[in-house]
């Protein structure tokens, strides 16, 4: 797994693209230049998973756009990514960690050491 190593749109999209089926193509370049900290995991020379911290720029940092390949789900990769994130996060300064997921999720981030709470949510588009 490598920390914020240089990743182009064209490798990121792919990874979307297969991953969810209604991506449509994203500039990423512009969300990694407001980002903490990303983690990527490969296969050789392919991109099969990311995860995204963007921090308040004080104690808190929140993990964004956890992404497993297909071809690579329920090996661990995830939970892996998202740990690695949680450390990398803690060595940078913050002291908390946010995600938001679906309820379906709850186990997956549980296994990544984050405890359910109540939060609240605001469309704004």
């Not at 979307?16 to 900290?37: E, K």
Request: with cysteine; net charge neutral.
């Amino acid at each position: 797994m490598e920390v914020s190593e240089p990743l182009g749109d064209g490798e990121l999209n792919a990874l979307f693209a297969a991953s969810w089926p209604q991506h449509g193509h994203t500039d990423f370049a512009a969300r990694l230049r407001r980002s903490l900290l990303w983690v990527a995991a490969f296969r050789g020379d392919e991109l099969v998973g990311w995860v995204n911290v963007v921090g308040d720029g004080g104690v808190h940092a929140f993990v964004l756009d956890t992404t497993v390949h297909p071809s690579v789900r329920r090996q661990g990769v995830g939970v892996r990514l998202v740990r690695r994130a949680a450390d990398e996060a803690g060595r940078a300064g913050a002291r908390w960690l946010h995600v938001d997921h679906g309820e379906h999720l709850t186990g997956f981030y549980e296994r990544c050491g984050f405890a359910p709470t109540a939060a609240g949510l605001r469309w704004l588009g």
